[in-house]
Structures are given as C-alpha cells and as structure tokens.
C-alpha cells in the first residue's frame, strides 16, 4: 500500500502538469537577464571593470533590502567580467561567501582559501594560522582576486570586524607583483557601517551602490520572466503572477520572496493534483512561507535576542504594546533568572531595531504630548509561531509559562 502512495508522488511530480524546470524560480538561479537593475548592473560593472585594464578596482560595498537583486547582480557581472577577462589574458577570479552560513571569521577565510585552491582543515587551525596561510598562497599568486562577502552585516554583529579589517587590507601584506585583492561586501542593513570601526569604514567604503527594492509592475515583469520557463504552458495566469506581485511588494519589493511564493504555490498546486496554480493556492503558500520564515529567523538568533523576544511575548500577553522601559525591565528579570549578565538597555533597544527590520517585532516612536517621545513595541509575527519556536529551548519554555508578568 505505502508502494502505491510513492508510486503515485513520484508519477505526479515525473509528469507535472504544472512545472517545466522548478529550478529557475530558485533564488540562487542567475537569469541571463535582470530586469529593472541595468543602472546597477552598470555601476557594479563599472567599479569591476577596472581589473580588465590591469588595475585593482576599489572595495566595494552594496546596499539594499533583502530581495533587490544585490546578490544576482553581483554574481551575473563577475560571471561577465570572467569572461571578458578571459578573452583578453587578464586573470580574474572571485570567491563568493556568504557570511551567514559561514558564520566564524575560520569559515570564512576557510572558503576563501578553498576558492584559491588552498585546502584548509575544517577545524585544528587558530584563524591567525588561516589567515597567515592564505596570505602565503596569495603571495604565490598573480592576476586579480575578488571576494564576495555576502549578507556581511550578520558576520560583524557577532563576530566582530577585525576580519573584515585584516580582509581589506590584505594587500598591505602582499608582494607588489603578487596577487591584487578586492572585497565587494553586501548587506541587506543601510546602517551597517555605522557600526563599523572608523578604519574599517575608510578601507571598504570606497564605493558604494544602493539597490533601491522593487515596485509591483517590476516584480511582475520579473516574475514573468521566469514564470515562462518554469512553468508548464497555462499553468499560470496573469492574476496569479499580479497576486504575487502585489504580496512581495507589500513586503518591501522583495523579488526573492515574490519567486518563493511563486514556486511554493506551484508546489501546493501540484501536491492537489490541480490543472494549474490559482490565486488560492497562492494565498496557502503566503501561509507557509510566512510560518517558515519566522520559525528559521527565531532559531538563528542570538540567546539575548531570544530573550528581548521573550519578553516582548510576555509584555504583550495583556496589552498591545509596550514601552522600550518596560520591555528591558522583563528581559532583566528573565536573564537573571537564567543566570545570565543582562546587556545594557541601549543593546537591547538596537535589538528590538534588528527585530523590527526583520518583520518579528514592530517599533514605532509615538508622541506623549508634554511627557515627551516614546517607542512602542508589540509583536508583529504570530506570537503562536514565536513561542513554539522559542519553547525548542528547554530555559525559554520554563519562562513562557509565567501566566502573567
């Protein structure tokens, strides 16, 4: 009987009435063309292009919202600028790292290494040891060297950034006919360098694009793009790709969350045994996506910011919101009832920011008259969804079940 259920799975998806080739609307796809983002193809291009004249190009650093197209730009000029290069006997080649995945400064200069050729053991090594190795080969090297450093903003808030440093100025501690380093860093916060060291902002800042995000009408020109290939003929209509359109523009012109919401219906369509995708089961994939995100957004934070989130549960049991005051007296009762040193209400207040940029928590600064400014924090996400996520860890359950605070 299980035989015949797999059976019928593996038939359905082997002759999909809905999908040609599921993969284009991956987000680490890279189209042959990008559309809406000639301008910045064009200025990333031209800080690159450099390296085909025999000159190092500047750091460069690109900002944007998550889902403007920072990544696959990035990627679709260095895939042209390698061949370019090739057809002209200059040697270029990039390294792509995407910080968050690879969260330790080790992880990082580890990839790095890997991508010059460079072995490096998964652990056994101190980060100096890395780095002094990497240097060594790079010395060894000719040609021009670009490293990615993708989503870099998640590195430096838990890790620091003296790695960035020593990245960007690895040049200093090569041989003047060795290898030429660039660092292009990417990050989805506009404020990012304000956290940076002053030196670090002078070595990496010295160009800079912003990925403004993507309207409804571009959305869906770029949803139909890959919608043409990815789909089986009639598979979708105008109002499904407008409908998705619509949803990933409300979230901030967000074109990697418009092509999950895009590929996700296709795949609730296909698990129905429907004909084609319709608008309903674009709202069930908006459901689960939305579901998805909250719970891997809470998993990777950090215990303090698991913490302020806790509280703000707790604040709001009762009431709508709640005042940054009160939000930092809860969090020091439940740090201290962990054990925990509590952080300062000023790293708490930026973590309710990162929070609120990340969709979990809402923070608005409200007028109190002659009492001065306030802000207000509540809960934007499914509180339901926060908890079960937050109850995973055994310390945080204990707390939650405080019926009052």
């Given at each position: 009987?299980?035989?015949?259920?797999?059976?019928?799975?593996?038939?359905?998806?082997?002759?999909?009435?809905?999908?040609?080739?599921?993969?284009?609307?991956?987000?680490?796809?890279?189209?042959?063309?990008?559309?809406?983002?000639?301008?910045?193809?064009?200025?990333?291009?031209?800080?690159?292009?450099?390296?085909?004249?025999?000159?190092?190009?500047n750091n460069l650093?690109?900002?944007?919202?998550?889902?403007?197209?920072?990544?696959?730009?990035?990627?679709?000029?260095?895939?042209?600028?390698?061949?370019?290069?090739?057809?002209?006997?200059?040697?270029?080649?990039?390294?792509?790292?995407?910080?968050?995945?690879?969260?330790?400064?080790?992880?990082?200069?580890?990839?790095?290494?890997?991508?010059?050729?460079?072995?490096?053991?998964?652990?056994?090594?101190?980060?100096?040891?890395?780095?002094?190795?990497?240097?060594?080969?790079?010395?060894?090297?000719?040609?021009?060297?670009?490293?990615?450093?993708?989503?870099?903003?998640?590195?430096?808030?838990?890790?620091?950034?003296?790695?960035?440093?020593?990245?960007?100025?690895?040049?200093?501690?090569?041989?003047?006919?060795?290898?030429?380093?660039?660092?292009?860093?990417?990050?989805?916060?506009?404020?990012?360098?304000?956290?940076?060291?002053?030196?670090?902002r002078s070595s990496?800042?010295?160009?800079?694009?912003?990925?403004?995000?993507?309207?409804?009408?571009?959305?869906?020109?770029?949803?139909?793009?890959?919608?043409?290939?990815?789909?089986?003929?009639?598979?979708?209509?105008?109002?499904?790709?407008?409908?998705?359109?619509?949803?990933?523009?409300?979230?901030?012109?967000?074109?990697?969350?418009?092509?999950?919401?895009?590929?996700?219906?296709?795949?609730?369509?296909?698990?129905?045994?429907?004909?084609?995708?319709?608008?309903?089961?674009?709202?069930?994939?908006?459901?689960?996506?939305?579901?998805?995100r909250v719970r891997?957004?809470?998993?990777?934070?950090?215990?303090?910011?698991?913490?302020?989130?806790?509280?703000?549960?707790?604040?709001?049991?009762?009431?709508?919101?709640?005042?940054?005051?009160?939000?930092?007296?809860?969090?020091?009762?439940?740090?201290?009832?962990?054990?925990?040193?509590?952080?300062?209400?000023?790293?708490?207040?930026?973590?309710?920011?990162?929070?609120?940029?990340?969709?979990?928590?809402?923070?608005?600064?409200?007028?109190?008259?002659?009492?001065?400014?306030?802000?207000?924090?509540?809960?934007?996400?499914?509180?339901?969804?926060?908890?079960?996520?937050?109850?995973?860890?055994?310390?945080?359950?204990?707390?939650?079940?405080?019926?009052?605070?």
């Amino acid at each position: 009987m299980a035989a015949d259920v797999l059976d019928e799975v593996f038939e359905r998806v082997i002759s999909s009435r809905i999908f040609r080739n599921r993969d284009i609307l991956s987000p680490d796809y890279i189209p042959e063309k990008l559309p809406h983002r000639e301008n910045e193809i064009r200025r990333v291009g031209s800080v690159l292009a450099q390296v085909l004249r025999g000159s190092r190009p500047n750091n460069l650093f690109i900002y944007g919202l998550t889902g403007t197209g920072k990544t696959a730009v990035t990627l679709y000029v260095l895939k042209r600028l390698v061949e370019k290069a090739r057809q002209l006997g200059v040697r270029v080649s990039y390294v792509y790292v995407n910080t968050r995945q690879r969260d330790t400064p080790y992880k990082v200069l580890a990839d790095i290494a890997s991508g010059v050729g460079l072995r490096v053991p998964f652990t056994g090594l101190s980060t100096a040891e890395v780095y002094a190795r990497l240097v060594r080969a790079l010395s060894r090297d000719t040609g021009f060297l670009i490293i990615v450093l993708d989503e870099v903003d998640w590195l430096v808030r838990r890790r620091g950034d003296d790695i960035l440093y020593k990245l960007t100025r690895i040049g200093y501690e090569l041989p003047r006919d060795a290898v030429k380093v660039s660092i292009v860093g990417i990050t989805n916060d506009v404020r990012f360098v304000e956290m940076l060291d002053a030196r670090v902002r002078s070595s990496l800042g010295e160009e800079e694009v912003v990925f403004p995000p993507y309207n409804a009408e571009q959305l869906r020109d770029i949803l139909w793009d890959r919608a043409r290939e990815a789909f089986q003929p009639g598979a979708v209509d105008d109002a499904v790709i407008s409908y998705c359109a619509a949803l990933a523009a409300r979230e901030h012109g967000d074109a990697r969350r418009a092509l999950d919401l895009l590929r996700v219906a296709g795949e609730v369509a296909e698990r129905e045994n429907a004909p084609r995708v319709t608008v309903e089961h674009v709202k069930k994939a908006w459901s689960q996506l939305e579901r998805d995100r909250v719970r891997e957004v809470v998993r990777t934070l950090p215990l303090h910011a698991r913490l302020v989130l806790a509280a703000a549960l707790l604040a709001t049991r009762l009431q709508p919101a709640t005042t940054t005051g009160e939000l930092y007296t809860i969090y020091r009762r439940l740090a201290r009832s962990m054990g925990l040193e509590a952080v300062t209400q000023r790293r708490v207040s930026d973590i309710v920011s990162e929070l609120d940029m990340l969709g979990i928590l809402n923070a608005r600064v409200v007028s109190r008259g002659r009492y001065g400014k306030t802000r207000m924090i509540s809960v934007a996400a499914d509180p339901a969804t926060l908890e079960e996520v937050l109850r995973e860890d055994r310390r945080l359950a204990a707390l939650l079940e405080a019926k009052a605070v």
